[in-house]
């Protein structure tokens, strides 16, 4: 089937399925032409970030962990980025990170082994049919014709105005996760000791940061919980959601 229809032919029928159903058919969708006895690492061809195929994690992983798997991690990492449009000769891939340069935590083992930056926008990617490339670049028209809304890039905007923070400071070093505490110190709340991100203090009033400094509080449970207090409706309702927007 995947072979047969469009990728975005097959994204409309993955949608279009019932919540637990659409999990399971992605897959099956999506890798039904591989032969894992000879794959070593695999995609997702909407994202593109890679999973080694691992012995004693996946079904049929065939790379041992250890010294093996980090060798297939190297290879990827150094090869991935010289993928060029065989038209432009435009560089697709500007970096490929190892997971835990990216993330830390209990749920690591659920991101890609490798994660893909690409050096435009993702969505701009397809497999190139006829050519020896796997990929090409999208022309503005057919862009058009997915009626793509947006996509996502590493580096982002980040712009704040209110009392304590200074006018026109430029901010430089922040992250994505720097938002939350620093929303919640401005908020007068106490910042989780387990939340990761730290208080942009740079921006503030050097006065204002004195009178009043940040509140820490203890950790909000074990580090591997899960439980949000949802009811186990609320939870299949907005698991329901993510998977209609792809996210699952």
């Given at each position: 089937m995947h072979s047969l229809l469009p990728?975005?032919?097959?994204?409309?029928?993955?949608?279009?399925?019932?919540?637990?159903?659409?999990?399971?058919?992605?897959?099956?969708?999506?890798?039904?032409?591989?032969?894992?006895?000879?794959?070593?690492?695999?995609?997702?061809?909407?994202?593109?970030?890679?999973?080694?195929?691992?012995?004693?994690?996946?079904?049929?992983?065939?790379?041992?962990?250890?010294?093996e798997y980090e060798s297939i991690r190297d290879q990827v990492i150094a090869e991935l980025p010289k993928l060029t449009d065989p038209e432009t000769n435009q560089q697709l891939i500007r970096r490929v990170y190892r997971r835990e340069e990216l993330f830390h935590g209990p749920f690591l083992e659920n991101i890609p082994d490798l994660?893909?930056?690409?050096?435009?926008?993702?969505?701009?990617?397809?497999?190139?049919?006829?050519?020896?490339?796997?990929?090409?670049?999208?022309?503005?028209?057919?862009?058009?014709?997915?009626?793509?809304s947006g996509s996502h890039l590493m580096n982002g905007m980040f712009l704040i105005k209110g009392h304590g923070v200074q006018a026109g400071k430029e901010i430089t070093g922040a992250e994505l996760i720097d938002v939350t505490p620093t929303?919640?110190?401005?908020?007068?709340?106490?910042?989780?000791?387990?939340?990761?991100?730290?208080?942009?203090?740079?921006i503030l009033e050097p006065s204002f940061l004195d009178a009043n400094p940040p509140r820490f509080s203890s950790a909000g449970g074990d580090e591997g919980s899960t439980d949000v207090g949802y009811s186990d409706e609320e939870a299949e309702k907005i698991r329901e959601q993510l998977e209609g927007l792809g996210y699952l």
């Open positions: 990728f975005q032919t097959l994204t409309k029928v993955r949608r279009s399925l019932p919540g637990r159903l659409r999990s399971g058919t992605s897959a099956q969708i999506l890798f039904s032409d591989i032969d894992w006895s000879t794959t070593k690492a695999f995609s997702e061809e909407i994202r593109g970030n890679i999973w080694i195929n691992l012995k004693g994690r996946d079904a049929q992983g065939i790379v041992e962990p250890g010294a994660v893909v930056e690409a050096a435009g926008a993702p969505d701009m990617f397809r497999p190139h049919t006829g050519h020896d490339s796997a990929v090409r670049v999208l022309s503005r028209e057919e862009m058009k014709k997915l009626k793509t929303i919640l110190y401005l908020m007068g709340q106490p910042i989780p000791g387990d939340m990761d991100g730290k208080v942009l203090t740079s």
